[in-house]
């Protein structure tokens, strides 16, 4: 948590809750952002319903007001081109079209289910900045690799290949989730002081090329967040908020780590809900 710095909490549903389900969630998550108006809540739904996602959350809203906080909507996934024939694609604009203002890129299942390389992941947060969507970049290392002392190594390789990139964010957000594999659906996370070092690292490695981007982007921690190791990693000084898979599933463990983000935020004047 920085001093000044809203923590983003995002939910990335994968490929569940694509139909009606998906709605009520929704629904859910406006409730949870309207009682923690410090944070900033991001869905990433499946792409059947991103459209009625959006409009749902968007009519809940209704009309913004004291205390009231958007649910912003993210794409899982993108194809770098604009249009064409790419028979199962979706286009930054479509992500737009849809309603969302966030895309998940170069997460790490598709990194290691769908072969994505890190050219890819660099063209497609090309192209989501292209089309005014804010990337939320997901890096990170397998166990192997962190097991062979190589985590900085890997994570620097990462960053790197999406920093050109980044530094032609102009004035779209842009973050980067550091999400070991190793701690993705298994229950693991790391502990706040491993998460720490790579956060810390991460921003030092920016700051040498832009100290403006190293300040102005939030980098989440991903990887088994629950309610019961949210505080403590959401407190460690360069975590800006979190990703979260299996957690953002069910509403209940979702709005309890958003309240505890908003509680760090205003530990005087956020109450639990
Ligand atoms: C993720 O897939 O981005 C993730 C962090 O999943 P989980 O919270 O289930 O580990």
Not at 150 to 163: F, I, S
């Amino acid at each position: 948590m920085r001093a000044g710095v809203r923590q983003l909490i995002a939910g990335n549903w994968k490929m569940n809750h694509g139909g009606t389900s998906g709605l009520e969630l929704a629904e859910k998550c406006v409730a949870i952002a309207r009682r923690a108006p410090a944070v900033d809540i991001v869905i990433a739904p499946p792409f059947t319903v991103l459209a009625a996602v959006a409009h749902e959350c968007s009519a809940e809203l209704g009309e913004p007001g004291p205390g009231a906080n958007a649910v912003a909507i993210a794409g899982q996934n993108l194809h770098p081109g604009d249009s064409g024939a790419f028979t199962g694609e979706i286009s930054g604009q479509m992500l737009r079209d849809a309603g969302c203002t966030w895309v998940i890129v170069g997460h790490s299942e598709r990194r290691q289910l769908f072969g994505e390389t890190d050219a890819q992941v660099a063209e497609k947060t090309r192209a989501a900045l292209k089309a005014e969507l804010a990337p939320i970049v997901c890096v990170g290392e397998t166990l192997a690799e962190r097991e062979s002392g190589k985590t900085h190594e890997v994570v620097k390789r990462q960053v790197d290949a999406v920093l050109p990139a980044l530094l032609s964010h102009g004035k779209t957000a842009v973050a980067i989730a550091y999400e070991p594999v190793w701690a993705i659906g298994t229950g693991k996370n790391a502990g706040p002081d491993e998460a720490e070092e790579i956060h810390a690292a991460i921003r030092d490695w920016l700051a040498v090329k832009s100290p403006e981007l190293a300040a102005q982007i939030r980098i989440l921690y991903g990887g088994s967040v629950k309610p019961s190791n949210a505080a403590e990693l959401l407190a460690a000084p360069n975590v800006d908020g979190a990703l979260i898979g299996g957690a953002s599933l069910d509403a209940a463990s979702f709005g309890e780590i958003a309240r505890i983000s908003a509680e760090l935020a205003s530990p005087r004047t956020t109450r639990p809900s």
